[in-house]
């Protein structure tokens, strides 16, 4: 995981959730008290409601736990902040080929 400079706090607090490209999901989620592991597990689970949101009237109860293994499996937190205003932000991306078009379905 990479850690940013203390300049660059817009690019953590004004960071784009969603999808990046066709490939790439992202979610940013703080701290207070930086805990990585604690941010990874409030990342999985923001992610997979935000997932589960973008699927909207394709979702189905069986979904779940498909997005939730995509997101354990192939979600990692990529960057780290520096404190920004007292807490660290972490930006969590799930990478897998062709996510946007698999969610669709």
Request: hydrophobic share 35%.
């Amino acid at each position: 995981m990479e850690e940013s400079n203390e300049s660059s706090g817009d690019e953590f607090i004004k960071a784009t959730e969603g999808f990046l490209n066709a490939d790439t999901f992202q979610v940013v989620v703080s701290s207070l008290e930086g805990n990585a592991d604690g941010a990874q597990d409030l990342a999985r689970k923001r992610a997979l409601n935000l997932l589960i949101a973008e699927k909207g009237d394709k979702f189905r109860p069986s979904d779940k736990s498909v997005l939730k293994e995509l997101v354990e499996s192939k979600g990692q937190i990529i960057k780290s902040s520096g404190p920004i205003q007292g807490k660290i932000y972490f930006l969590f991306q799930i990478s897998s080929p062709g996510l946007k078009t698999s969610l669709k379905r």
